[in-house]
């Protein structure tokens, strides 16, 4: 289970929460409903997005959880960059009705952090895993094996919020990040990995299974 408690609404979101609020209900106040009712709407909008549900990390063994909400856009082998090796490759797509914070696949110790910039185009195009702004963080879980996760940016988030660091430990489904508004992560297993997801399938979070390590 991961550690600490989380608020149902993200931290991150405090701010766009309370500012809109704040406005809506001035405009209601001086001006009425009717001239309120755009901002009110916006206001709801914000509050579904930064929401942040706790989770039940399922237990299982050598189990790699999701690290996202959305649908599974691409699924198999690739090349990956960070760590120059053969691997499987799990992307997951957010649209702005997702819970976008993101969670660990497995527990371990961060051996590196990377940060690329980039553009931000539509995070369902494949192409975006190498061209657009991301975060990728390198896992080693405490049987040796590799795993690293990575948030890019899309065509609206322009936003990629990561609290951990290399040499700190991370529990399995621990909350580690927030991207905003629309985005994609990408999760790289060792190619020997059994696969647990199909194109097009809707995961959450923490709470499913996206894979298993193989010893």
Same mark, same amino acid.
């Given at each position: ?41 916006? #206001? =709801? ?47 997951? #797509? ?30 369902? =195009? ?34 990629? =919020? ?49 894979? #298993?390590?193989?010893?």
């Amino acid at each position: 289970m991961a550690k600490g408690r989380q608020p149902i609404l993200a931290r991150e979101g405090w701010a766009h929460v309370a500012l809109s609020g704040s406005a809506a209900l001035a405009v209601h106040y001086y001006a009425g409903w009717l001239w309120a009712l755009p901002l009110w709407l916006l #206001f =709801l909008f914000i509050v579904q997005f930064f929401r942040d549900p706790p989770r039940r990390i399922p237990a299982a063994p050598l189990g790699v959880v999701c690290p996202a909400d959305g649908r599974v856009i691409a699924v198999g082998d690739a090349h990956d960059p960070f760590l120059d090796r053969s691997a499987k490759r799990i992307s997951v #797509f957010m649209n702005v009705i997702n819970v976008h914070s993101n969670r660990s696949p497995t527990e371990g110790r961060i051996m590196e952090r990377w940060y690329r910039p980039g553009s931000y185009i539509n995070a369902a =195009l494949d192409k975006a895993s190498e061209e657009n702004e991301r975060n990728a963080l390198w896992i080693q879980t405490d049987e040796g094996d590799d795993i690293v996760v990575v948030q890019v940016a899309g065509l609206i988030a322009r936003r990629i =919020l990561c609290d951990k660091q290399p040499g700190e430990r991370i529990a399995q489904g621990e909350r580690y990040g927030f991207i905003r508004f629309g985005s994609r992560v990408d999760t790289y297993l060792p190619a020997n990995s059994q696969i647990k997801v199909a194109l097009g399938d809707k995961v959450k979070a923490g709470r499913d299974i996206i894979g #298993f390590l193989v010893h």
